[in-house]
């Protein structure tokens, strides 16, 4: 059995004012949204090597998250969850797993909550070396 340590990176609570939603409304005066993005990827070769170039660099992620909150328009959160895991999977082939958390703060509807939150994990299975 193959052993691989993982390294977690976690990027928590990045916040946008962003133009998603289902209702017209939320598209024209958009609205509050929280980003949580958990990254598992080997990290021997940056460790080793003391490299970014070698490394899941959080700053590249940062960038997937914004581009996909500040960039087309979405209906559901859930959509969002998964483009902002397609674009990080596309960015690190040497991701094996993430976990996107999206919350939408003061959600409209008639019952007052603090947000809505959808959680999507992708695992990336591990490619010979």
Do not use: W
Request: charged share 30%.
């Amino acid at each position: 059995m193959k052993k691989t340590s993982l390294t977690r990176i976690t990027i928590k609570n990045a916040q946008y004012y962003a133009y998603h939603g289902v209702k017209e409304e939320e598209r024209k005066l958009g609205g509050k949204y929280e980003v949580d993005l958990i990254m598992d990827y080997n990290a021997k070769s940056a460790i080793v090597r003391d490299d970014v170039n070698y490394a899941l660099n959080y700053e590249i992620a940062m960038y997937c998250i914004s581009e996909v909150m500040t960039g087309d328009s979405y209906s559901l959160i859930e959509t969002i969850a998964n483009e902002i895991l397609n674009q990080v999977a596309e960015k690190f082939d040497f991701l094996q797993r993430a976990t996107v958390k999206v919350r939408k703060i003061n959600a409209p509807m008639k019952r007052y909550v603090d947000y809505v939150e959808v959680e999507q994990t992708v695992e990336i299975e591990d490619i010979a070396e």
